[in-house]
């Protein structure tokens, strides 16, 4: 059974830094395209960053470009999600999302992930 889960989150005020890592318990996850989405209070979940399967192609949300770098370590299954600069409009639930089907070059909409973690919490107070 897939397992991901996420570690990172945290409080943090405007303008400092977090990095989340996800892992994830498949046995090709090299071969999967990976995401990371959020979740505040009151709104939809939304597409944060997502990772082609090869680690060759990211995509971001506007809200967050220049700001977040998303990233895998293929040998670690790990995926991760450097933040800087964070904003108070950043707090949210965030999750670690991966794409069952193999050789993806990632996406920003839910649709296209199988397996989901938990979340974890980023506040950032101002």
């Known amino acids: 059974q897939v397992q991901v889960v996420e570690f990172g989150g945290g409080l943090v005020q405007a303008g400092g830094s977090l990095r989340l890592s996800c892992t994830v318990s498949?046995?090709?996850?090299?071969?999967?395209?990976m995401g990371w989405f959020r979740q505040a209070p009151g709104k939809e979940r939304e597409g944060v960053a997502c990772i082609s399967w090869s680690g060759g192609r990211t995509a971001y949300a506007d809200s967050v470009k220049g700001r977040f770098t998303i990233s895998r370590d293929n040998a670690k299954k790990t995926l991760y999600l450097q933040m800087n600069n964070l904003k108070p409009d950043d707090t949210a639930m965030y999750y670690c999302a991966a794409d069952s089907q193999l050789l993806r070059l990632g996406s920003l909409s839910q649709r296209d992930y199988n397996y989901w973690g938990q979340g974890t919490q980023v506040t950032v107070s101002s």
């Open positions: 498949v046995l090709n996850f090299n071969l999967n395209a």
